[in-house]
Structures are given as C-alpha cells and as structure tokens.
C-alpha cells in the first residue's frame, strides 16, 4: 500500500499563489506516475497535472503556463506550484499515486479557496 498525505492547501486572493507538497510513504517503490487532481463542488474530479518517475509532465489546458508540477524522487514528494490563481481554481485537490501496475492511491485532500 501506498499513503499520500497532502498540505499547502488554504485561502488565497485571485493573483496570489500557492504551494502544494504531498508526501508518500510505505510501498513508494511501486509508484510511477504522482499528480494532481481537483474536484470543485457539483463538478466531477478532473486531473490537474501529472509527472512520472522519469520526469515527463502533463497539464490540463486551463492550468498551463500558472501552474508547474515537480517531483523529489528521494523525498517521494510531488510539488504543485500554483501561480496567477483564479477563483475558478478553487476545488478540494488531491494528490494521486498510480502504480506500475494502474493501481490509484489517493490522499485526503486539501482545500483551495481562491476569492476574487
């Protein structure tokens, strides 16, 4: 099994930014892909971004260019750098760990609040 545990989350002015870090811990060998998702209230859960253990990143569209993922492999840590915020950018996030055999971890998720 894997745990995800997420921070960063919180409130923020529309502009501002925030950092999201989320931790793994116990089988951290079996994960390949770590990301990304939100989910905002009456909508469904959408990816945000994702990066895999060799470093190659995907972002959903509304989030490219404001939004950057990283990676510390010997933290087993994923990053989400949120920039240019936007009040639709708040959603609950969650972090994601897939492993090398498409099994989903997930963490409890952090609120985002972003007011205009």
């Known amino acids: 099994q894997v745990q995800l545990v997420e921070s960063g989350g919180g409130l923020v002015q529309a502009g501002g930014s925030l950092r999201l870090s989320c931790a793994a811990s116990?089988?951290?060998?079996?994960?390949?892909?770590m990301g990304w998702y939100r989910q905002a209230p009456g909508k469904q859960r959408e990816l945000v971004a994702v990066?895999?253990?060799?470093?190659?990143?995907n972002y959903a569209d509304t989030v490219k260019g404001r939004f950057t993922i990283s990676r510390d492999n010997a933290k087993n840590t994923v990053y989400l750098q949120m920039n240019s915020l936007k009040p639709e950018d708040t959603a609950v996030y969650y972090c994601?760990?897939?492993?090398?055999?498409?099994?989903?971890?997930w963490g409890q998720g952090t609120q985002v609040t972003v007011s205009s």
């Open positions: 116990g089988s951290t060998f079996r994960i390949n892909a």
């Open positions: 994601n760990a897939r492993s090398w055999q498409q099994q989903d971890f």
């Open positions: 990066i895999t253990d060799g470093g190659n990143t």
